[in-house]
């Protein structure tokens, strides 16, 4: 069994690595993604400036967010409590199979056959799609990029924009492939086309699906931001409203949602708001003519008590996924989305999915980190990503076998980097022999180590002797 996980681990490090390494010189994938990100970073620009204070609204939104986690228990109990009382059914679930199974139940009770969701992470993590066909339901998803690459037959690319990776022209071709619609066709025809398809599934389905942004304690409401109206379409015609989401989405107050939401807004797509919030406290209330017959709330651990047990980074549960991190992220822009091969990728995936997945499997993901900080800058919850990043790594070392070589050469280099004296003790020429190796194998094929020339001490000692000013040197 050791030996077994010890090659799962090694596989998933070692196809990492390739999938990096093969991207990282993609040009055509760069091109894409750069024009993209510049498009998402020119929006938040205009979001920043709508705040007279962003600071101080990350400081109130990462108050609450710390203050509910402080008394999480008690406040997934009052939300239980206050939606149930509205008709609504609230289901818990320990991991992605138990998700499954509520679902797969509520499904043959109903003799479903067709279900619309909306854009949700959380069904991605349970792989939703794939199981709800085996009681012989179609999932089709509803939001534009999910639908994209729905049909191409691919996961969400970014938590917040699934198809970024995808250009006009290739979903222009994708749609002619799938639908037969001319291949020229423009972003706007496209989006008819969807639109037109869609409005078919929205009325006939069984079942509508769909996340949740928050879930409100207080009042006992689910809280749904979106930019297509694909939500509450999904929830607008199906009989059955099924809800799945993280236990860590809960939020306290009904009047904090008001901090939260421009924050999202602004940091995930540059908006004042979101074109459509919506709060969803029950099915079909007595007297009322819109909504489902039936609501069913499933929440999900799937992990995330196992974060929270870690005090070190329990704080990452704090996270309202508005996709900041990653557009910010220097390596992710470099690599890409699917190279991490998990749900959440960027700097939030790398500290979340080894708890989720396990460190022996999913630990080398805490490596593909520069440290530059720019995560934290942006968060909006002011979560340390980095920092807990480096907690990781740690861990990483303390739980999985290091190779043998890994061990000397840090051990050597521990030694070296005590004393100045050792730095200074080995010739310049011994030191660039000793690079060598780095120009073939750890620094990668597309740089070259640079050549040392004399010691930081002995030119420090010159500079000081010739009375040289720093620019003057």
């Not at 600071?55 to 967010?65: G, N, T």
């Not at 799609?129 to 999910?146: I, K, M, P, R, Y």
Request: hydrophobic letters at 40%.
């Amino acid at each position: 069994m050791t030996g077994l996980l010890f090659y799962t681990k090694l596989k998933a490090k070692t196809q990492f690595q390739q999938d990096a390494a093969k991207i990282a010189f993609n040009e055509r994938h760069r091109k894409t993604i750069q024009f993209n990100i510049s498009r998402y970073d020119a929006a938040v620009e205009r979001g920043y400036q709508r705040y007279e204070n962003i600071s101080l609204a990350k400081d109130r939104a990462a108050y609450i967010k710390r203050e509910m986690l402080t008394h999480w228990d008690g406040y997934l109990l009052q939300f239980e409590e206050s939606i149930t009382k509205r008709g609504a059914k609230v289901l818990w679930a320990s991991d992605a199979h138990e998700v499954i199974e509520h679902v797969k139940q509520l499904l043959t009770e109903h003799q479903a056959t067709l279900l619309v969701k909306s854009k949700s992470m959380t069904t991605e993590e349970v792989s939703f799609n794939e199981e709800v066909t085996q009681v012989g339901c179609e999932s089709v998803e509803t939001d534009l990029g999910e639908f994209i690459v729905q049909v191409a037959g691919e996961r969400p690319y970014h938590i917040v924009t699934p198809a970024m990776h995808k250009s006009k022209e290739d979903i222009a071709t994708l749609f002619h492939e799938k639908f037969a619609t001319p291949s020229d066709s423009t972003p706007e025809e496209l989006t008819a086309y969807v639109r037109a398809l869609l409005r078919k599934k929205f009325t006939s389905a069984d079942v509508g699906v769909t996340g949740a942004n928050f879930l409100i304690a207080d009042i006992g409401a689910v809280a749904v931001t979106e930019n297509e109206g694909n939500a509450l379409m999904s929830t607008s015609f199906p009989k059955l409203h099924i809800v799945i989401a993280g236990i860590e989405k809960v939020i306290p107050k009904m009047s904090q949602l008001g901090t939260f939401q421009p924050l999202l807004a602004a940091l995930g797509t540059g908006q004042q708001v979101s074109a459509y919030n919506t709060l969803f406290t029950g099915p079909r209330q007595k007297g009322e003519v819109d909504g489902p017959e039936e609501m069913v709330v499933i929440l999900m651990d799937n992990g995330r008590t196992k974060v929270y047990e870690d005090e070190e980074v329990a704080e990452v549960l704090s996270c309202i996924r508005c996709g900041a991190c990653l557009n910010a992220c220097p390596v992710y822009k470099t690599i890409g989305g699917y190279t991490y091969n998990t749900t959440y990728s960027g700097p939030i995936g790398s500290v979340i999915t080894p708890f989720f997945k396990g460190i022996s499997e999913m630990g080398h993901l805490s490596f593909a980190c520069s440290l530059c900080g720019k995560c934290f800058e942006v968060c909006p919850v002011r979560i340390p990503l980095s920092k807990l990043l480096l907690i990781n790594r740690r861990k990483v070392v303390e739980e999985t076998a290091r190779p043998i070589a890994e061990k000397w050469g840090m051990g050597g280099f521990a030694l070296l980097a005590k004393h100045r004296f050792w730095f200074d003790f080995f010739p310049s020429w011994m030191k660039n022999i000793g690079t060598v190796p780095f120009n073939y194998t750890l620094w990668g094929p597309k740089r070259k180590m640079p050549t040392f020339h004399r010691s930081f001490a002995k030119q420090w000692k010159q500079r000081h002797n010739n009375n040289l000013s720093a620019d003057q040197y």
